[in-house]
């Protein structure tokens, strides 16, 4: 790969086809620019610091929206913003408008939001609705009597007849009871995550009527999306119904340690309810009055997190988009789990709305994925793996510092025990160390203070690791080779795809190591080859028709002198665009 101009990404002419989109119909079923979108997902808590203070800052995602526009991605998504007192990340809200002055203020949202679209930019805001924090007004009202406004806000409930918590829910982060007793109403409330995170009750029409409200807000505003944190829980069984017990042929849950004793339970009525599909239908009619807006939701901590999130989608009452837990495996990779995967997800989809996910705030980062901490897979791993993801059929989010190929910092080596942040590893430590790793700051800079964060005699809120500096933002930027620009490349060549951002898919026969995936357009099919193993596999092209391999992607495979074999070298891609079908 050859040395580029610093702002080479301005004007990227990467195998630009000669194909337009010209179908009506696939104008009217992939219009929509949310469908096969990159979505890159930052916490400004980590992203850019600017102030004072240990965290990041909107005026210092601001500095950086144009290395995020260098990528290719299509929109951001920012982790909550809003006044919280930060016991998890902002997911615990005292108030769902406006910006937290930690973050800055309302004007510096509203600049953010004018300088993302000046950069092409789509812009999604966390929208933490299931619960609140225990600070928030409305719960402060709500716990003081049983017959106040807002009584009824949250989910209350009477001690059982031996003076303990109602029923057997439990909370997602602990495990232990989620139910805690409030003295001065003399009854329960759950929370299905932390104690200090109590949920609201959206069976209360009044609660759901104040999240339309602060929908409409930001909707206002001139946001383009909305992420639904942990959608999935927000309903309960107003019987207040026991779960059953997991049996032994009953599914585990993804994205749940198996040694969490929630896994214990079968989660049909603490949430994953049906009412919740019913409360979706006026917020998407309420966003379907902003032109090109949409519902990205979060679905996982359920049994089948791909068919629930599917239903979360279904028809024009519900959600855009769900993402859900199909690659959230730690096992190491194959061919056959990514072409499962692929099948079950396109199964479940039949009306599109799909959204994958590898890495996140919540899920680790990609780089410790599929048992990647332990195999120590080699860099041209994480090189094939971007083309993987970016040629699967839907939408995809990728979590910052992925693109540099961040490692997971390890506790307590990197993180002391005694730094701690996140309540679920400050829970559980050391049989659960928690979802800081993944939360570090962004090492912009390998020889600053800081590594480019923050200033330099302040202290970050997360230590940032050595290893990280290693593969900082300048470094990566100056190395033609590198991952981040493999990234980069890969996002500009996908954008001009017409089978990749409007296209069909076709899993295809191949040998036992490789996953064959057809993408295919009007004109356009474009072959997609991958070798998830460590050694050679010479694949026959011949089955897959005539082929013209795309070199400007870099990849090392090499096709043979009869142009009708290749040889993928381990842990390689090879794409080729496949001459048109003909008539028959």
């Not at 109590?198 to 409409?216: F, G, I, S, T, Y």
């Not at 949430?271 to 979706?280: I, V």
């Amino acid at each position: 790969m050859q040395a580029r101009n610093p702002q080479w990404w301005r004007t990227p002419q990467i195998n630009e086809p000669a194909w337009t989109w010209q179908d009506a119909s696939n104008t009217t079923r992939h219009g929509a620019w949310w469908q096969d979108a990159v979505i890159y997902q930052l916490s400004p808590w980590s992203f850019q610091a600017t102030g004072d203070g240990p965290g990041g800052d909107l005026p210092g995602v601001i500095q950086r929206l144009e290395y995020v526009a260098s990528l290719g991605v299509d929109a951001i998504w920012l982790t909550p913003i809003y006044p919280s007192p930060m016991d998890d990340l902002g997911y615990d809200v005292v108030e769902m408008t406006g910006v937290a002055p930690e973050f800055g203020t309302d004007e510096d949202f509203r600049r953010l939001l004018r300088i993302s679209h000046q950069l092409g930019l789509k812009v999604i805001l966390d929208a933490v609705w299931s619960h609140t924090s225990s600070q928030h007004p409305w719960f402060k009202e709500s716990r003081q009597s049983r017959d106040n406004p807002r009584a009824d806000w949250y989910v209350w409930a009477d001690p059982a007849p031996d003076g303990g918590p109602p029923n057997n829910w439990r909370s997602a982060f602990t495990g232990d009871s989620g139910w805690a007793y409030c003295e001065t109403r003399e009854q329960y409330y759950f929370f299905n995550f932390l104690e200090s995170q109590p949920d609201l009750n959206w069976h209360c029409q009044a609660v759901r009527e104040a999240v339309l409200d602060a929908a409409r807000y930001w909707l206002d505003l001139g946001i383009d999306g909305l992420r639904l944190d942990a959608v999935n829980f927000y309903a309960h069984d107003p019987a207040l119904t026991d779960n059953p017990p997991r049996g032994e042929q009953d599914a585990m849950p993804e994205g749940i340690p198996p040694d969490n004793p929630m896994t214990e339970q079968c989660f049909v009525n603490s949430f994953c309810r049906e009412e919740t599909l019913q409360y979706l239908a006026p917020l998407r009619h309420l966003v379907d009055q902003y032109p090109d807006t949409m519902l990205l939701g979060e679905v996982t901590l359920c049994e089948d997190s791909v068919k629930t999130a599917a239903d979360y989608t279904r028809g024009d009452d519900r959600l855009h988009l769900a993402y859900h837990s199909a690659l959230l495996a730690d096992r190491p990779i194959t061919a056959a789990f990514m072409r499962h995967s692929i099948e079950r997800v396109t199964a479940a989809f039949g009306e599109g709305g799909t959204c994958w996910i590898v890495g996140n705030h919540d899920y680790g980062r990609l780089r410790s994925r599929w048992g990647g901490d332990e195999r120590d897979y080699p860099e041209r791993f994480y090189h094939m793996a971007a083309a993987m993801l970016l040629v699967l059929p839907g939408a995809f989010c990728l979590w910052q510092g992925d693109e540099l190929g961040l490692p997971e910092a390890r506790i307590p080596d990197e993180i002391p025990t005694d730094q701690i942040r996140d309540p679920f590893g400050q829970a559980l430590y050391p049989d659960v160390t928690g979802r800081d790793g993944s939360r570090t700051p962004m090492p912009w800079s390998a020889e600053a203070p800081n590594a480019g964060f923050l200033r330099d005699s302040a202290k970050p809120w997360l230590p940032i690791p050595e290893r990280h500096r290693r593969r900082a933002v300048d470094r990566q930027h100056a190395d033609p080779d590198s991952l981040l620009n493999r990234w980069r490349q890969l996002l500009q060549w996908r954008r001009l795809q017409p089978a990749l951002t409007a296209g069909d898919s076709t899993l295809l026969d191949a040998p036992t190591h490789v996953l064959a995936l057809l993408r295919s357009y009007q004109a356009q099919r474009l072959l997609c080859l991958f070798n998830l193993s460590e050694r050679d596999v010479e694949v026959d092209l011949r089955p897959y028709g005539r082929c013209q391999h795309i070199h400007r992607l870099g990849y090392d495979s090499a096709l043979a002198d009869d142009r009708h074999r290749v040889l993928l070298s381990p842990w390689s891609a090879f794409l080729a665009n496949l001459a048109p079908e003909t008539p028959s």
